[in-house]
């Protein structure tokens, strides 16, 4: 008898002390992010600044012991840009638990995820989707931009177009998209508003193969700068037809130029073109130790990364200062004050967009993107 209650004890020590090592272990599980974005297909660059600027982030908080003690880790999400594939990538991150989402870069894809976060209380922060209605069809608090919205974007480029274009004929061109319609039509209202008129306005119909009719159009009225919202790849070839026919006009267009399919697709003709894209964050001095980092690593802090990196602190600092892990309770505390970030520091209106400076004036160079010498 006295050796069987031995045992019967020491299987009991034994269960009590594995069901213990099994609370503990829930209770310092790790705390799941998501990185998405296109981390394949023409945007790929940009899906993979967000997720290397999300990994630098979580690697210096978990050398300084995570958030409470606990060891963040990242799941990475490749949409592709598409509206499926980033409903899909939203309810894997449901299913796994995930405590913040970064991402996405395409309207579409954004907006078909953002009910499941909302519907979930997750935070999800954007640093790259520009699209108005992403904020402006806010389904819930939980969602933020980093990202300057199309608005301020077209503001940027009109402002912009009527202070060093004054005195050449503009064209206001657009593909009807969700993305190039909005963006020219900010651009010429704004345009207007600093007291230039375009000589020319147009749509197009995009996914040509060859737009020399619409070059031939721009040539005979005397075109100096052609402004055009679109599909990059679709710009590169009406550019190359404006060079084709002999022309020297101006291209100047969105954030969308910033992708190397227009610099693959434009080759040499690319050399000249003017975009508006995010502020490069690089050059403000809050980053500087950040930047390091992150070249150390190999990584150059262009676009989205910096952008990417300051969401992981703004949930990061939410999760500090509130102590819960609650999206209800983190979207209150990330809206309620401005937090120090990689970008400075960081505020949202009542819409949830970012009251940042969002929009610079860049050249593409020698097959460089680089900040205009005159912004």
């Given at each position: 008898m006295p050796l069987r209650l031995s045992t019967a004890r020491t299987s009991l020590s034994l269960a009590l002390a594995l069901s213990l090592t099994t609370f503990a272990g829930s209770v310092r599980a790790?705390?799941?992010?998501?990185?998405?974005?296109?981390?394949?297909?023409?945007?790929?660059?940009?899906?993979?600044?967000i997720r290397a600027g999300v990994e630098m982030a979580v690697d210096a908080l978990n050398a300084t012991g995570g958030i409470h003690g606990e060891r963040i880790v990242v799941d990475v999400e490749d949409d592709a840009c598409k509206?499926?594939?980033?409903?899909?990538?939203?309810?894997?991150?449901?299913?796994?638990?995930?405590a913040l989402v970064v991402g996405h870069v395409c309207a579409e894809a954004a907006l078909a995820a953002a009910p499941v976060y909302v519907d979930k209380g997750l935070v999800a922060i954007t640093p790259a989707v520009t699209a108005n209605r992403y904020t402006?069809?806010?389904?819930?608090?939980?969602?933020?931009?980093?990202?300057?919205?199309?608005?301020?974007?077209?503001?940027?480029?009109?402002?912009?177009?009527?202070?060093?274009?004054?005195?050449?004929?503009?064209?206001?061109?657009?593909?009807?998209?969700?993305?190039?319609?909005?963006l020219a039509e900010v651009t010429r209202q704004a345009m207007n508003e600093a007291g230039k008129?375009?000589?020319?306005a147009d749509s197009y119909e995009p996914g040509a193969k060859e737009y020399s009719a619409l070059a031939d159009r721009l040539i005979a009225d005397a075109i100096d700068v052609v402004f055009v919202g679109g599909d990059p790849g679709d710009i590169a070839l009406i550019l190359k037809?404006?060079?084709?026919?002999?022309?020297?006009?101006?291209?100047?267009?969105?954030?969308?130029?910033?992708?190397?399919?227009?610099?693959?697709?434009?080759?040499?003709?690319?050399?000249?073109?003017?975009?508006?894209?995010?502020?490069?964050?690089r050059r403000g001095g809050a980053a500087d130790s950040v930047n390091a980092a992150l070249r150390t690593a190999g990584v150059e802090p262009l676009g989205f990364v910096l952008p990417a990196y300051a969401a992981v602190q703004l949930w990061a600092e939410a999760r500090r200062a509130s102590g819960s892990d609650q999206g209800d309770v983190l979207a209150t505390t990330i809206s309620g004050t401005?937090?120090?970030?990689?970008?400075?520091?960081?505020?949202?209106?009542?819409?949830?967009?970012?009251?940042?400076?969002?929009?610079?004036?860049?050249?593409?160079?020698?097959?460089?993107?680089?900040?205009d010498a005159r912004d």
């Open positions: 790790d705390i799941r992010v998501m990185a998405v974005g296109p981390m394949s297909g023409p945007y790929q660059a940009l899906g993979k600044q509206p499926d594939n980033a409903l899909a990538a939203a309810n894997r991150a449901i299913g796994r638990g995930d402006d069809s806010r389904p819930g608090p939980t969602l933020f931009r980093l990202a300057a919205r199309d608005d301020a974007q077209g503001a940027t480029a009109g402002a912009f177009l009527a202070e060093r274009f004054g005195t050449r004929r503009i064209a206001i061109l657009n593909d009807g998209s969700p993305y190039g319609k909005p008129r375009e000589a020319r037809a404006l060079r084709a026919k002999g022309s020297e006009a101006v291209l100047v267009g969105g954030d969308a130029l910033a992708t190397g399919e227009f610099k693959t697709s434009a080759g040499d003709a690319a050399d000249g073109t003017l975009l508006t894209f995010f502020t490069d964050w401005a937090t120090p970030t990689v970008l400075g520091p960081v505020g949202f209106d009542a819409k949830g967009d970012a009251q940042l400076q969002g929009f610079s004036i860049f050249r593409w160079q020698d097959g460089a993107l680089v900040p």
